[in-house]
């Protein structure tokens, strides 16, 4: 009978906790205060909380209330807890904080905004040694022809045209390659998943030139050496790149994935359909990377590449460092302006994708 007793007053006890968690859930989203509710029964606690009381927080005076059931007796009493309000900053706190993104932006934006002022002067006003931020005269007497200057004797026109086909090619095959492995990764089981995983995940501690050895020797024995072959083909798929889009398909509903596949979807369908419009946000971030990650590149198409006419902006920059093709500085300044802007016009084109694509491979269930 004592056994059976006992029982009796857990199961009551279990109720009462249920019931007065409810109450207090319900209290706290009515009255905006955080409710906590101890419950005694036979002797034993137990307070449940909705949400959990802050630090700091004193409870008001308690609100007894006593429930009798058959056979116990049950004391509950509900402690109110007064949350504190949430203060944003004050005014003072957001001017200091604008003021200081803007001095920040300024200092980062300075050094361009010298380079394209520099492009448009003469070598005179560069060299006469006085410091003058404008050119002189109107600005359509600034000298404009160093953008002319800088696209014939420096041969940028040609590499401009390596670097954007090598660039758009590597961006477009990468995403897509990148993409699908994080797929399979994410949301397909297959047998050494994890083992492959984590292999890939290690080829992002190796330095970049251990790999370049490697992959100089495959390139050779390919043929791709010296053709635009060499400046796509191995950068095709990435350790960051598969990591990073399999964080993002992660977060795709295995629910959404399961009604596809009743309707008979393949898994390449499912990809496509369904998991591809999904993380998009997240390929355009990823291609922003790996399009600014292949026009930069210079060592691998330093190695690669010999011929004149298959070089690209980086390799021209560098000769245009030594003054081999062009001597003058604005000239020099002007070809720098012009393999900045196609950069600046990638990121302004999906900066939105961009964010959103970042925000979603840190959003945690």
């Known amino acids: 009978m004592a056994g059976v007793a006992g029982a009796a007053v857990d199961l009551v006890a279990e109720e009462v906790v249920v019931a007065a968690a409810g109450v207090a859930a319900a209290a706290t989203a009515v009255v905006g205060v955080a409710a906590a509710v101890e419950v005694v029964v036979g002797g034993a606690r137990v307070v449940a909380t909705r949400p959990p009381a802050a630090a700091g ?91 002319t200057d ?34 399979a990764f994410a949301k397909m089981r297959f047998r050494g998943r994890r ?5 890939t995940i290690a080829t992002m501690m190796m330095p970049v030139q251990v790999c370049f050895i490697f992959a100089y020797l ?26 990073y889009m399999r964080q993002a398909v992660s977060l795709v509903p295995d629910s959404l994935l399961d009604a596809g596949r009743i309707d008979g979807m393949t898994d390449f369908e499912l990809f496509w359909t369904l998991v591809r419009p999904t993380v998009w946000p997240a390929i355009s971030a990823l291609a922003i990377f790996t399009f600014v990650g292949s026009w930069n590149s210079f060592f691998w198409p330093l190695i690669v590449i010999d011929s004149a006419g298959r070089k690209t902006l980086p390799l021209g920059v560098a ?8 001597l003058s500085w604005p000239t020099r300044m002007a070809a720098a302006t012009l393999i900045t802007l196609p950069l600046i016009i990638v990121f302004m084109v999906f900066q939105r994708a961009f964010v959103r694509g970042i925000a979603l491979t840190g959003v945690k269930e």
């Open 57 to 147: 927080d004193r409870p008001s005076t308690p609100r007894n209330v006593t429930w009798i059931g058959p056979g116990t007796c049950c004391s509950a009493r509900f402690l109110w807890y007064r949350v504190p309000a949430m203060r944003g900053p004050g005014p003072i706190q957001r001017a200091v904080a604008h003021l200081a993104v803007y001095a920040i932006a300024l200092s980062m934006l300075a050094p361009f905004a010298w380079m394209v002022l520099t492009s448009l002067k003469t070598d005179q006003e560069v060299l006469s040694g006085t410091a003058s931020a404008l050119p002189s005269g109107p600005p359509w007497r600034w000298r404009w022809q160093n953008y």
């Open 150 to 183: 800088a696209l014939v004797g420096a041969r940028l026109g040609e590499y401009y045209l390596n670097s954007l086909v090598a660039a758009v090619l590597t961006t477009i095959l990468a995403g897509f390659h990148n993409a699908l492995a994080g797929f």
């Open 195 to 199: 083992v492959i995983f984590a292999v």
């Open 218 to 243: 495959i390139a050779g024995r390919l043929g791709f050496i010296d053709n635009m072959q060499a400046l796509v083909v191995p950068f095709l798929a990435s350790g960051f790149g598969i990591f």
């Open 319 to 326: 000769e245009l460092a030594t003054g081999r093709l062009v």
